[in-house]
């Protein structure tokens, strides 16, 4: 019987400890913990009181979900562990603005095969050919701006 109940607040302690480690890591070890104090109640105490064991398991489990996920966020100790602010920076400034260059005249400066740079108006763009591959020289017409680069078609 101690056996049983030290694994059930061992499991109880190792979920709650999770909020406060990174992984999966004490989750995993308290769910290990629970399952392994049911089986001993079915061991110990057979059908019945390991019904009740994997009973009282399942509430504890419930419960300290519902503290974890529901009501501490609410606390002044919860909300100073989650991060409430939110940031509007993008990492790579856009690659040109899509007005300006669709349209206008592009040539290869390396072969794109589909990928490669193209020289618009004199400046250079990491650029993708639509087509699927144009030599180094040839002309090109930009048609769209992807996340990073240009593209391309043949003219």
Not at 12 to 29: D, N, Y
Not at 110 to 128: K, N
Request: proline residues 4%; neutral net charge; contains cysteine.
């Amino acid at each position: 019987m101690n056996a049983i109940l030290i694994l059930f607040i061992l499991g109880v302690v190792l979920l709650a400890a999770e909020i406060f480690t990174p992984g999966l890591v004490l989750g995993v070890l308290g769910a290990i913990a629970m399952l392994g104090g049911c089986v001993l109640a079915f061991q110990q105490f057979g059908t019945g009181g390991g019904a009740i064991a994997s009973l009282t398991a399942g509430a504890l489990l419930g419960l300290t979900l519902y503290l974890e996920l529901v009501w501490l966020p609410k606390t002044r100790f919860g909300q100073k562990l989650v991060v409430q602010s939110a940031s509007d920076a993008v990492s790579q400034p856009p690659v040109a603005d899509a007005a300006a260059v669709v349209g206008k005249a592009a040539e290869a400066v390396t072969t794109l095969a589909p990928s490669g740079y193209v020289l618009v108006e004199g400046r250079r763009y990491e650029a993708f050919c639509q087509s699927g591959h144009a030599a180094k020289g040839v002309p090109l017409r930009v048609i769209g701006v992807d996340n990073f680069r240009l593209i391309v078609t043949n003219t």
